[in-house]
């Protein structure tokens, strides 16, 4: 199933009013230990699955990048995308995940923020994403961690007065695709387990170089209410991973 909730009016109209949507990388309480583990993009042919509004293409190319492709499902995504972008090194195509199908060996570099988690054939892509890049390519994604994928409620346990008492998790064996809420209600994400993760990725003949489950930086930390929570479970899960 390719849900595309970005070409919903009101869920669109939602997305482009939070933080990362507006400050972009810096705003995003995983990017300061993502770009981390990226490797030199210098002179790089780089590919951003999912990639929203050209963030991390424009990012790739502001660090030496020799060529960009983002490949998104959402004409709104990219329509921003195109608006935000004034530089011919950089390309937007519009094609869900799961259909990419360029010539092997095309790419140095793959890279994808927090789009998996909306992707059903995890395994298809990682074997997408292994015959396009290069010998010694290197991939590196996000994804919602799977304790906070793990329910359909993906939320927190309250008491009578909204005091955040911990963070349910249930059904984590229990892969598959989750109905939850997020900006609108009717958000299909498909959960599976870090073990799945990082087994799809060695199956499809990848080394797996680092796994990141990032706290919020000190900044976003004193800065944004609220977010002293994200401390006490992990909500994002990073991955670097080389042919």
């Given at each position: 199933m390719k849900q595309n909730k970005y070409d919903d009016a009101r869920f669109f109209a939602a997305y482009e009013t939070m933080p990362r949507s507006v400050k972009g990388l810096e705003a995003a309480g995983e990017w300061h230990v993502l770009k981390e583990v990226l490797p030199d993009l210098r002179q790089k042919s780089v590919l951003d699955l999912g990639c929203g509004f050209g963030w991390h293409c424009r990012y790739a190319l502001e660090q030496g990048a020799s060529s960009v492709t983002g490949v998104d499902i959402s004409e709104n995504m990219l329509q921003k995308a195109r608006e935000l972008t004034n530089d011919a090194a950089i390309t937007y195509v519009r094609m869900p995940i799961e259909d990419i199908d360029f010539v092997g060996g095309s790419f140095d570099v793959v890279i994808s923020s927090l789009a998996f988690h909306y992707i059903e054939?995890?395994?298809?892509?990682?074997?997408?994403?292994?015959?396009?890049l290069k010998p010694g390519g290197s991939f590196v994604f996000s994804v919602e961690h799977p304790i906070f994928t793990s329910r359909n409620e993906q939320d927190w346990h309250t008491d009578?007065?909204?005091?955040?008492?911990h963070w349910p998790v249930d059904q984590y064996q229990h892969e598959g695709m989750?109905?939850?809420?997020?900006?609108?209600?009717?958000?299909?994400k498909y959960h599976r387990t870090i073990a799945t993760y990082l087994n799809d990725l060695i199956g499809a003949g990848f080394a797996v170089k680092a796994v990141k489950e990032p706290l919020p930086s000190e900044e976003l930390l004193r800065t944004v209410p609220g977010m002293s929570d994200e401390t006490r479970r992990p909500m994002f899960m990073i991955v670097s991973a080389q042919k």
């Amino acid at each position: 199933m390719k849900q595309n909730k970005y070409d919903d009016a009101r869920f669109f109209a939602a997305y482009e009013t939070m933080p990362r949507s507006v400050k972009g990388l810096e705003a995003a309480g995983e990017w300061h230990v993502l770009k981390e583990v990226l490797p030199d993009l210098r002179q790089k042919s780089v590919l951003d699955l999912g990639c929203g509004f050209g963030w991390h293409c424009r990012y790739a190319l502001e660090q030496g990048a020799s060529s960009v492709t983002g490949v998104d499902i959402s004409e709104n995504m990219l329509q921003k995308a195109r608006e935000l972008t004034n530089d011919a090194a950089i390309t937007y195509v519009r094609m869900p995940i799961e259909d990419i199908d360029f010539v092997g060996g095309s790419f140095d570099v793959v890279i994808s923020s927090l789009a998996f988690h909306y992707i059903e054939p995890f395994q298809t892509v990682c074997e997408k994403v292994y015959a396009c890049l290069k010998p010694g390519g290197s991939f590196v994604f996000s994804v919602e961690h799977p304790i906070f994928t793990s329910r359909n409620e993906q939320d927190w346990h309250t008491d009578e007065q909204g005091n955040r008492l911990h963070w349910p998790v249930d059904q984590y064996q229990h892969e598959g695709m989750r109905e939850t809420s997020f900006l609108t209600d009717n958000v299909i994400k498909y959960h599976r387990t870090i073990a799945t993760y990082l087994n799809d990725l060695i199956g499809a003949g990848f080394a797996v170089k680092a796994v990141k489950e990032p706290l919020p930086s000190e900044e976003l930390l004193r800065t944004v209410p609220g977010m002293s929570d994200e401390t006490r479970r992990p909500m994002f899960m990073i991955v670097s991973a080389q042919k």
